[in-house]
């Protein structure tokens, strides 16, 4: 079992299914590479947890979502290449086989390696007033996960965009190219965010897994490639699923006319 966190910089709570991971570490919410290891462990546990099926990021205060790397921490030797940690920097984005749903509940400014980590989660709701910002241009570095993610989530030139000139967009440009799901207001986003985790939390975690498998697993491949492996049941997820009580639980549930029990076996 997950053992919470309740001081330090990540700070984390849970309710039945739903683990919240808060992000508390001074005004700012900035990344050292502490803190970085601190969050692969937090995921990493998150993952490995059989009783744990949705994750919810949030952080403290109400300004600063995060700014990414902490440029002062920096300063005084941490290096932007040093040791991150299981799952890279935020502890998600590099993290293997976290086939959970986590949800990022973005409540301010949200720039630089903080875009990322949003990026690394699945579905996204923002804060009316959440900004975003891609500045690394101007300070003589690339936005190397971003330059990545980006044009694939995003039209091209948008993207190009966001990554060249490092301007700073809205909550509302962000929803319209599709970088998140929902915009709610300031005082209702961490409950927004709980009424879809338990959504979640209330599906087959089994399917979600098998989803978040193939989704990875098949950007880079052709359609038909990627379908073949699925009908053969070469992703261990898709095995797993195809094998397990909680698909014939669905198909009984459906001939029955009522709610499926999920049991994730």
């Not at 038909?224 to 009984?252: C, P």
């Not at 549930?253 to 499926?260: C, G, Y």
Request: net charge negative; with cysteine; aromatic share 8%.
């Amino acid at each position: 079992m997950m053992q919470m966190r309740t001081d330090g910089p990540i700070l984390t709570r849970s309710e039945g299914a739903i683990l919240e991971v808060t992000l508390s570490r001074g005004k700012a919410n900035a990344i050292d590479l502490v803190t970085s290891r601190v969050m692969g462990e937090v995921f990493r546990d998150f993952r490995d947890d059989d009783a744990l099926r949705v994750c919810i990021l949030r952080a403290a205060g109400e300004k600063f979502f995060c700014p990414g790397w902490d440029l002062k921490a920096a300063a005084e030797g941490d290096a932007v290449d040093g040791d991150y940690g299981i799952g890279g920097f935020g502890g998600l984005q590099e993290l293997p086989h976290l086939n959970k749903p986590v949800i990022a509940a973005v409540n301010g400014i949200c720039c630089g390696g903080g875009l990322e980590l949003a990026l690394s989660c699945d579905l996204i709701l923002a804060a009316e007033t959440a900004s975003f910002a891609l500045p690394e241009i101007r300070s003589g570095t690339v936005a190397d996960a971003a330059s990545i993610k980006l044009p694939k989530r995003i039209p091209y030139h948008v993207a190009m965009d966001l990554l060249l000139t490092g301007r700073w967009f809205d909550a509302d440009e962000a929803q319209r190219w599709g970088l998140i799901k929902a915009i709610h207001p300031q005082a209702d986003l961490l409950a927004k965010a709980w009424d879809l985790a338990r959504l979640l939390e209330s599906g087959p975690p089994l399917v979600y897994a098998a989803i978040k498998e193939v989704v990875r697993e098949a950007e880079d491949m052709r359609f038909q490639d990627a379908l073949n492996r699925i009908t053969k049941r070469q992703f261990a997820t898709v095995d797993r699923l195809y094998s397990s009580e909680d698909q014939l639980e669905g198909a009984k549930a459906f001939a029955e006319k009522r709610d499926p029990v999920w049991k994730g076996r």
